[in-house]
């Protein structure tokens, strides 16, 4: 979760890499460090707790330069936020650099074996144990860096994407993966690593997605790539298909601000991508899967972590409703540790909205090692999911800044409504004229998503009166409960107002001890005509009896809650199946501005970051 960012070449590597981590800060904010080696031979480091301008104002105050140097933003893990445990971590002598993103989980036995040999410690990190360790292979063999960098990630177990500068190699530094995402950004004479590719946007137009178990010697001409064993790996160099622009905040307050308004055009793209002029659903790369998988699946899994979990919940009812198949969520911080019997004939769909969320990850190789197909739905080209899934299905949403998903959460929600029309086609539970309605209101939800937006005042000002409420409630039913638990969930990430998401039939059955006249309750009561409509009414009335404050989600022109409900949200009509899309925007400008009127740093909201890559 925390971010890399790397370079060598002929420039000044400290503007890069605090450009690099800047657009790196939404994977970590708790401390930041780089490590430069000097012209003068000196290895330096910098590192400050807090926000990446506490390490600006140091680089100001006393200035490194040299053309190689490795940086990091720190999401904590192992040790409080401190200088201490900042990244980078020296060895005992100090010529040795290391920055990481992952767990070293057998760290305390390394560490307690090196500080036998004489080692001294300086932090509470995990990490530390890499610089001492390769420091001793070095010492006791002889070693080269680049044997005894192989050597040591031979001996470390867990999750690492490494960087690593020696203070006597001045032209090369060091690359490794396992677990957690890295890429190399190939450059005219230069090289770069980074987390992630918005880092590096603006500097390169080609990459190398490094894969697990392989370490990169970078040099100004090039790159060279082996296994941990030194066998020598062919690199594949991929084009940069993202725009720099994309990575910009273009006018808006906040990246959060900005990607809840890229909602219409994302999903215009993906409809654009998998809907033909005749209304058919053509998924792509993921087509032949499901054409052959479809005729005899017994069971649908999908398998996801966080917002993504609220997505595939979704997805599940649609998979069952629409192609008539038995289907599953599970989290994937759960599904290995349950003892699973997968049947035969499963599919499995992982969601993720950046491809590396390690425990979604971890459960995939499982499913895949009791035989199953993997459909993985990602908004990351490249990312490890797509690369270890047997087909995919990309969301298209462009790259997500802020820490809080917004567009990938639509992205995925309209994934999983194209996949189940073509599911429901495949396996003749749709006709046709059914597919045709179904894809032409799908190509009617930008629209109405647009014209939500156009209500952010209105929204802002019903936010006003609740702000400073202490908790908050959100209920729906049947397609909405999922963005029930997504309304709640956005709520508390980005404002820190505790809030809980329920379906709506549950709520006598506990939380309805919590309402009073303090306590903001968030109804999704769309769509008008049918029995779940009528249940929410009733599920009102229970909150009205009991003074609770209702803000209500509504189809426009529904007039039925307008005594009932405190403040209205009216939101175009469309099917039930596709509403979540709609509400779930008002939901978003909802807990947006509930952060802005708490003083909340929206973008970064605290002990959060965007890519869950250790379990």
């Not at 080692?119 to 002889?142: C, Y």
Request: charge should be neutral.
């Amino acid at each position: 979760m925390c971010g890399i960012v790397g370079y060598v070449g002929p420039k000044n590597a400290v503007p890069l890499l605090i450009e690099g981590l800047k657009r790196l800060e939404y994977r970590g904010y708790d401390s930041a460090g780089v490590a430069v080696l000097q012209a003068d031979g000196v290895l330096a480091v910098r590192k400050r707790v807090g926000r990446l301008s506490s390490l600006e104002e140091a680089l100001d105050a006393s200035p490194l330069a040299g053309g190689l140097g490795i940086g990091h933003t720190r999401w904590a893990t192992h040790g409080e936020p401190s200088e201490a445990n900042s990244h980078p971590h020296l060895d005992g002598s100090g010529t040795i650099a290391v920055v990481h993103n992952g767990i070293i989980e057998n760290y305390l036995s390394l560490r307690a074996e090196l500080e036998a040999q004489g080692h001294v410690f300086r932090s509470q990190t995990d990490t530390e144990v890499i610089p001492h360790l390769i420091e001793e292979i070095r010492k006791a063999g002889g070693k080269s860096p680049a044997d005894a960098v192989r050597e040591a990630l031979r001996r470390a177990q867990g999750a690492y994407a490494l960087g690593i500068v020696f203070r006597d190699e001045p032209g090369v530094f060091y690359a490794a993966r396992c677990g957690s995402p890295l890429i190399i950004g190939v450059g005219e004479g230069e090289q770069y690593i980074a987390s992630d590719v918005p880092a590096i946007l603006n500097r390169v137009k080609k990459v190398i997605y490094l894969n697990d178990g392989e370490v990169a010697e970078l040099r100004p001409a090039g790159v060279a790539l082996t296994k941990l064993d030194g066998t020598p790996v062919v690199p594949e160099i991929k084009a940069v298909t993202l725009r720099a622009e994309a990575a910009e905040r273009a006018g808006f307050e906040t990246f959060m601000l900005k990607e809840i308004h890229e909602q219409p055009r994302g999903l215009r793209t993906l409809l654009d991508a998998h809907v033909g002029k005749d209304g058919s659903v053509d998924l792509g790369e993921a087509a032949a899967l499901l054409a052959a998988a479809a005729p005899d699946l017994q069971r649908v899994l999908i398998l996801s972590c966080g917002t993504a979990h609220y997505a595939g919940m979704y997805g599940r009812l649609l998979i069952e409703r629409w192609a008539g198949i038995p289907c599953e969520t599970d989290l994937g911080s759960e599904f290995r540790y349950r003892g699973p019997r997968l049947p035969e004939r499963t599919l499995v769909i992982a969601v993720s909205q950046s491809g590396e969320t390690a425990d979604t990850l971890a459960s995939v190789r499982l499913a895949r090692g009791m035989g199953c197909q993997v459909l993985g739905i990602c908004n990351v080209s490249g990312s490890t999911l797509l690369r270890e899934s047997d087909a995919a299905l990309l969301t298209q949403a462009g790259p997500e800044i802020g820490v809080a998903s917004t567009k990938a959460f639509t992205a995925q929600l309209m994934a999983f409504a194209l996949l189940a029309i073509r599911l429901g086609r495949l396996r003749g539970a749709l006709d046709a004229k059914r597919e045709r309605e179904l894809t032409a209101e799908l190509g009617r939800i930008p629209d109405a998503i647009h014209r939500v937006l156009e209500q952010q005042d209105h929204i802002r000002a019903i936010s006003q009166k609740y702000y400073e409420c202490f908790n908050a409630l959100y209920i729906g039913r049947r397609f909405n409960y999922p963005i029930a638990l997504e309304g709640a969930l956005k709520n508390k990430e980005i404002s820190y107002q505790h809030a809980e998401g329920y379906a709506a039939g549950e709520m006598k059955h506990g939380p309805i001890a919590l309402i009073n006249e303090f306590l903001p309750v968030v109804c999704l009561c769309t769509p008008t005509a049918d029995e779940v409509h009528g249940k929410m009414i009733s599920n009102l009335k229970e909150v009205e009896a009991r003074k609770g404050r209702i803000i209500a989600v509504v189809a426009e022109g529904d007039g039925t809650l307008r005594g009932i409900a405190q403040d209205l949200i009216p939101v175009p009509a469309t099917l039930e199946e596709f509403s979540p899309l709609i509400n779930v925007v008002a939901l978003q400008l909802f807990a947006y501005h509930n952060a802005k009127a708490r003083g909340a740093d929206i973008d970064k909201p605290r002990n959060l970051a965007k890519s869950v890559t250790v379990e």
